[in-house]
């Protein structure tokens, strides 16, 4: 089955920066026959092809001159057992958070912090999403993709999927594999992960003492809120940048000038810095220049006021890339896919 293609699609409701720039064509999936068909006929017509999920890591900087494929599949279930663990699967364009929820409905344990990351189940190994203590590598029990070199279905495991921080095999391959539908191994009885920012001390102030994967996922949900602007009400791709990894020397240099820096060891000679900081720390928080700006209350995040194209966001990114080089010596990397 082919779906239809239109021409000349603005992209504007399918980036969550709202960044008004336009697809040369522009298709959906619901199907694996209808991603194949898209890929044959884009490759007859010799075009790029770029999939796209919720458009929620993206940073668009100039029209596409490609065919926009975004995955519209459907479809969640249970798989059965593997040890003392349920395997549950879902399709590529089943929007994240609602799969979460769905799978705390029925009972499993283990994809609770990562409830309200925007985007897609098909996007998630992307970057091996993470928020809150957990990554999708914790509970990956793997993913089904289609080749775009050989054009067979390939079968990933975890070990294939090289995940690293924000980071995986699919992350340095761009366009090499479109994942089609992903799985899960979870826990029936509740493995909590609370040690990671104000979790557990959200907990508390809601009186639950004893919390059920749900209600780690609402406390989640509610401190979310309150820190990260909706991309419904402000554009923006989450975290532009990630957080760096330095030597233990850097960041101890950095301790000495500034006693308050927030630094996490990583094991071994690294230390984690927390990007948001030495971007406030150099002044960046609330900064804004025409409709480009970093937000007011956390400065990983750069937001679109309205009219911001991507050129000019990611001219502010870089700005603020080589300040922070400058101030602190340390390289930060973006996040958001850059096209
Ligand atoms: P898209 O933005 O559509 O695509 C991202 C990349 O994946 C692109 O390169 C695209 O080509 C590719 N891609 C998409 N689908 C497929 C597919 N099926 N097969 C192959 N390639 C594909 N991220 C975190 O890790 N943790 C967070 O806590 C978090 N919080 C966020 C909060 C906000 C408010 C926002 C706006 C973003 C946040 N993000 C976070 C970033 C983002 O939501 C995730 O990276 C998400 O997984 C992106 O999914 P998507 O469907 O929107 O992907
Ligand atoms: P936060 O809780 O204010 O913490 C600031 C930074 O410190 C985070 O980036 C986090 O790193 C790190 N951190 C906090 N507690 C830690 C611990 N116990 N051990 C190691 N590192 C710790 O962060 P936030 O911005 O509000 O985000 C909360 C969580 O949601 C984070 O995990 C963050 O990654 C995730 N998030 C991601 C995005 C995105 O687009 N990627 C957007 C929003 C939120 P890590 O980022 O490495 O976890």
Known sequence: MTAQWQERVSLKPFNTFGIDVSARFFTQAHTDDEVRAALASAAQRELAVLVIGGGSN??????????????????RRVLGE???????????????????????????????????????????????????GVEIKDVFAGLTALDR?????????????????????????????????????????????????PVRQRLHEQGVEQPTAQAISDAICSIRREKLPDPLDLGNAGSFFKNPLVSVALAE?????????????????????AAGWL???????????????VHRLQSLVLVNYGQATGAQLHALACKIQADILERFGVELEMEPNLY
């Not at 668009?60 to 479809?75: E, K, N, P, W």
């Not at 006693?259 to 810095?273: H, S, T």
């Not at 971007?279 to 700006?293: P, V």
């Open 58 to 75: 993206l940073l668009l900087t100039q029209d596409i001159d490609a065919l926009v494929l975004h995955m519209a599949s459907r479809g």
């Open 82 to 132: 593997q040890g003392d663990r349920v395997v549950i699967e879902a399709e590529a364009g089943e929007p994240w958070h609602p799969f979460v929820q769905w799978s705390l409905a029925q009972g499993f344990s283990g994809l609770e912090n990562l409830s309200l990351i925007p985007g897609t189940v098909g996007a998630a190994p992307m970057q091996n999403v993470g928020a809150y």
């Open 149 to 197: 070199e050989t054009g067979e279905l390939r079968d990933f495991t975890l070990d294939e999927c090289a995940f690293g921080y924000r980071d995986s095999v699919f992350k340095r391959n761009p366009g090499r594999w479109v994942i089609l539908r992903v799985r899960f191994a979870l826990a029936r009885a509740l493995q909590a992960h609370l040690d990671y920012g």
């Open 253 to 273: 240099q950095i301790r000495a000038r500034y006693p308050g820096v927030v630094a996490y060891p990583q094991g071994g000679e690294q230390m984690k810095l």
């Open 279 to 293: 971007i406030e720390q150099a002044g960046w928080k609330g900064y804004r220049d025409g409709d480009a700006g």
